[in-house]
């Protein structure tokens, strides 16, 4: 699979972390206003270190990860106290992609059993939950016509998370100074 270690090579984020290419990016929205930074590369491959280093954000406001692997599929992460709520673009990432096999262990979903060769020929799903933004102003109606839209690449769909949320300049900057 790939993403199984977290070896890094190169300085930005259009690092390879085991042939995993991509970005995570925190987002915390505190006294009206979204903040946008840069998640350490091995949040692509390494569902505890995306949760670890967001939870080390502690913030009185709402925090939240948005990774973007491959290009293929997006996670978002919120951390909580009873542990993290997850949503996984794509379920079926979990038979290529370590990390999406970790949030769907840590959602209690099995990985489908899906033949790797056969991938192309099935419509992919989400798994997770579909209003882990709601409260922040991303109705789970609207969060699942974005994932549905399985003709963007992830991170067009995580560019219409941001704008609908109003951080779309923000994001921009930090994949502009991280060279996506």
């Given at each position: 699979?790939?993403?199984?270690?977290?070896?890094?090579?190169?300085?930005?984020?259009?690092?390879?972390?085991?042939?995993?290419?991509?970005?995570?990016?925190?987002?915390?929205?505190?006294?009206?206003?979204?903040?946008?930074?840069?998640?350490?590369?091995?949040?692509?491959?390494?569902?505890?270190?995306?949760?670890?280093?967001?939870?080390?954000?502690?913030?009185?406001?709402?925090?939240?990860?948005?990774?973007?692997?491959?290009?293929?599929?997006?996670?978002?992460?919120?951390?909580?106290?009873?542990?993290?709520?997850?949503?996984?673009?794509?379920?079926?990432?979990?038979?290529?992609?370590?990390?999406?096999?970790?949030?769907?262990?840590?959602?209690?979903?099995?990985?489908?059993?899906?033949?790797?060769?056969?991938?192309?020929?099935v419509d992919p799903?989400?798994?997770?939950?579909?209003?882990?933004?709601?409260?922040?102003?991303?109705p789970d109606a609207?969060?699942?016509?974005?994932?549905?839209?399985?003709?963007?690449?992830?991170?067009?769909?995580?560019?219409?998370?941001?704008?609908?949320?109003?951080?779309?300049?923000?994001?921009s900057r930090v994949?502009?100074?991280?060279?996506?």
């Amino acid at each position: 699979m790939a993403g199984a270690g977290a070896g890094v090579s190169g300085s930005n984020s259009n690092d390879v972390v085991d042939g995993v290419e991509g970005f995570a990016v925190a987002v915390v929205r505190e006294d009206a206003a979204w903040k946008v930074t840069a998640l350490k590369p091995d949040a692509l491959t390494d569902l505890d270190a995306a949760e670890r280093q967001l939870r080390d954000l502690r913030s009185a406001g709402a925090v939240f990860g948005l990774l973007d692997v491959d290009e293929e599929f997006f996670i978002v992460i919120r951390p909580a106290p009873g542990g993290a709520r997850m949503l996984l673009s794509d379920a079926t990432a979990g038979i290529d992609y370590d990390v999406a096999a970790d949030v769907l262990d840590a959602l209690n979903v099995d990985v489908p059993d899906i033949d790797p060769d056969e991938l192309d020929d099935v419509d992919p799903w989400e798994e997770g939950d579909l209003g882990i933004l709601s409260d922040l102003g991303l109705p789970d109606a609207v969060m699942g016509v974005i994932v549905g839209d399985t003709d963007l690449y992830a991170d067009e769909q995580i560019g219409m998370i941001a704008a609908r949320l109003g951080f779309a300049d923000e994001l921009s900057r930090v994949l502009d100074s991280l060279g996506h």
